[in-house]
Every structure is written in structure tokens, then in C-alpha cells.
């Protein structure tokens, strides 16, 4: 199976960067989309953003638009770039995979089969 582990998670802040990585190995499927997902205590786990490699679609959650990028490299390592933070964002971030048909079911956490263990990334004000 899939095996999925994140970097790149620290204490930034407000208004600094981060860039996140996934790197995922073992059986891998290129029409398998990937994406990235955060939760906070109280919270449910929240969409950040997910890719499709196949068709090159890339989603993001209403608060990630404008300032998180998402990419996956030809080796399978998925990035999250992410600008201009707020305490907002303060959470641990996971990222997962999984065999998704349908485009409009990837910002469900619940359709992702396979998982990292999460990084944190703290925001101060």
C-alpha cells in the first residue's frame, strides 16, 4: 500500500512561509489524486487543497485560494506552499491519497483511504 509522510511544518509569523512536503511511497498510483487536509482541537479535519495528476485540476479550500499552492513533483512528492499565514492557520497538517473517481469527492476527508501523520505548523501573532 501507500505510505505517506509530511515535512516541513515549524513556527512562522503572521504574514511569513511554509512549505510542506509529502513524500509517499510504496505502491503508487498516478491516477490516485492527493491532497492536503488540517485540524485543530474542536474542529472537524478540514480541506486545503487536493490535485488530480491525470487531468492537472487542482481544488482549494474558501481560505487557502490566493495563498496556498499546491504541486506534486514526477517523483510523487506533494508540496504545499503556503503565504502570507495567519494564527488562523495554526493547526497540524496531513496529507493523504487515496483511489478517488470523482473530482467533487476530493475535499472529503472521508474518500482518502491512505494517511500521513500530520506536521504542525504554529502561526504567531
Known amino acids: 500500500q501507500v505510505s505517506l509522510a509530511e515535512s516541513g511544518g515549524g513556527v512562522v509569523q503572521a504574514g511569513g512561509s511554509l512549505r510542506l512536503s509529502c513524500a509517499a511511497s510504496?505502491?503508487?498510483?498516478?491516477?490516485?489524486?492527493m491532497g492536503w487536509f488540517r485540524q485543530t482541537p474542536g474542529k472537524e479535519r478540514e480541506f486545503v487543497a487536493a490535485?488530480?495528476?491525470?487531468?492537472?485540476?487542482k481544488y482549494y479550500g474558501d481560505f487557502a485560494k490566493g495563498r496556498f499552492t499546491i504541486s506534486r513533483d514526477a517523483d510523487y512528492t506533494m508540496h504545499l506552499q503556503m503565504n502570507s499565514l495567519q494564527p488562523e492557520d495554526t493547526a497540524v497538517y496531513y496529507c493523504?491519497?487515496?483511489?478517488?473517481?470523482?473530482?467533487?469527492?476530493?475535499?472529503?476527508?472521508?474518500?482518502?483511504?491512505?494517511w500521513g501523520q500530520g506536521t504542525q505548523v504554529t502561526v504567531s501573532s
Open positions: 493523504a491519497t487515496g483511489d478517488i473517481e470523482s473530482d467533487e469527492s476530493m475535499g472529503l476527508w472521508r474518500s482518502y483511504d491512505y
Open positions: 510504496g505502491r503508487i498510483f498516478t491516477r490516485f489524486p
Open positions: 490535485l488530480r495528476w491525470s487531468g492537472r485540476n
